[in-house]
């Protein structure tokens, strides 16, 4: 007497070999949004550190006759400058404190309450380096060109090393917003899609 067992395959096991398959991966593409995220951090402090540097720094004297009686131009003869100094510096000094927030969010992937928090206060410091940024700018304007209307000369002509330096500024300043524009277009990204 004998009997017969039918035992079914395992879908895994294809005739006599077996199929691995790969585990899932954990965070996926959140996990590589918030390494770029880290990355463009980093970006943005070196843009906005660099941009207080640079104009912080900037000062230029003409002499105009003797060592008495001189020209000077310098960041703090402008209130525009000063705010943009001000602001960046403010501006760099929240992307390092920012910096073990996107740590957490490359940890977990899929935590909504750090990217959430930064996507806020990220935005809240766009507004600041725009505004600066584009206060800065309006006066390196009328430093290159001046305006006829208002009799106001172009300081330039004279000032070459000091407008290249604020011009250099303002520059980096536009880099850290267009950074932040793209922080925040990826955290909308990430949170958008659970």
Not at 159 to 183: E, K, N, R
Request: proline share 3%.
């Amino acid at each position: 007497m004998s009997t017969t067992i039918d035992v079914q395959e395992s879908s895994n096991v294809v005739k006599g070999k077996e199929v691995l398959v790969a585990p899932a991966r954990v965070g996926g593409w959140k996990k590589g949004l918030a390494i770029m995220d880290f990355i463009l951090r980093l970006g943005a402090i070196a843009a906005s550190l660099g941009a207080t540097a640079s104009m912080g720094t900037s000062d230029q004297t003409l002499p105009f006759f003797t060592q008495f009686f001189q020209f000077e131009a310098s960041y703090d003869s402008f209130s525009a400058f000063q705010f943009f100094v001000i602001t960046m510096a403010i501006v760099g000094g929240y992307l390092v404190l920012s910096l073990p927030f996107s740590v957490v969010a490359i940890i977990r992937p899929h935590a909504a309450g750090p990217r959430l928090f930064l996507i806020i206060l990220d935005t809240v410091f766009l507004t600041l380096a725009t505004a600066s940024s584009a206060s800065a700018a309006a006066i390196v304007y009328l430093a290159h060109n001046g305006n006829q209307d208002t009799n106001w000369i172009a300081i330039c002509n004279q000032f070459g090393d000091f407008c290249s330096q604020t011009s250099g500024a303002v520059v980096s300043s536009l880099v850290a917003v267009v950074i932040f524009v793209l922080l925040i277009v990826m955290s909308a990204l990430a949170l958008g899609r659970h």
